[in-house]
């Protein structure tokens, strides 16, 4: 399984302006790592780029776990994402951080777990701040919705009950459009499922891909 990247990760995608380079850094990734055939799990913007290496190299890709993931957006939910990505370019990354704890973490969590909280905040701050928001440029700008009826290969989709961003409606249309799909929707959780429910998630995926025989 690969794992692609979602938010605030390494600089490696730093330069990559698009996400058919992204899909293409995955591929030449699997190569040097000699793996022919991946079973490919995404969460956010790795949601995004997940179901695209599929389309782009179905002989390589065994299925595909879209989680906390967007597509169909309104022009409201563009609007939304929009700003969000010209505050942080206008105040900075640090000063519009804070704001997107409460769209990434349950109330309790946050109260509970103040460690993996703070860890994940400075994990972004710690991110070439160039990188960050390119990121986020291409989640903010990225449109499946014209091609993913063209994906054939089984696919996972996944996102928490209260994602605001990456809302149960949006990902029921999602779930719709592939045309080999299964939806879960776990409740209560919001954006950030990977560090607040990661065995919840990790139970969802094992589950799904015992019933396609992929393990």
């Not at 309790?108 to 710690?126: C, K």
Request: proline share 4%; hydrophobic share 40%; aromatic share 6%.
């Amino acid at each position: 399984a690969v794992d692609l990247p979602g938010h605030g990760d390494s600089d490696c995608i730093g330069y990559v302006h698009n996400m058919e380079l992204l899909a293409e850094c995955c591929k030449s990734l699997l190569n040097h790592l000699s793996i022919r055939k991946a079973i490919v799990v995404g969460h956010s913007l790795g949601g995004m780029i997940g179901p695209l290496y599929a389309l782009n190299y179905p002989k390589q890709t065994l299925s595909v776990s879209l989680l906390s993931t967007a597509a169909f957006r309104t022009e409201d939910d563009k609007s939304k994402v929009n700003a969000v990505l010209k505050s942080m370019h206008e105040k900075g990354i640090e000063r519009i951080l804070s704001t997107l704890t409460d769209r990434w973490f349950t109330d309790d969590f946050i109260e509970q777990n103040s460690i993996a909280v703070e860890s994940r905040l400075q994990q972004v701050l710690d991110t070439n701040p160039e990188v960050f928001l390119e990121v986020f440029r291409i989640y903010a700008e990225t449109e499946m919705s014209p091609w993913l009826n063209l994906i054939t290969k089984p696919c996972l989709v996944l996102t928490g009950e209260n994602d605001g961003g990456c809302s149960p409606r949006l990902n029921k249309l999602i779930a719709e459009e592939l045309p080999n799909s299964e939806l879960c929707i776990l409740k209560e959780y919001k954006h950030s499922l990977l560090i607040e429910a990661p065995d919840q998630v990790a139970q969802q995926v094992h589950k799904f891909l015992l019933s396609k025989n992929l393990i």
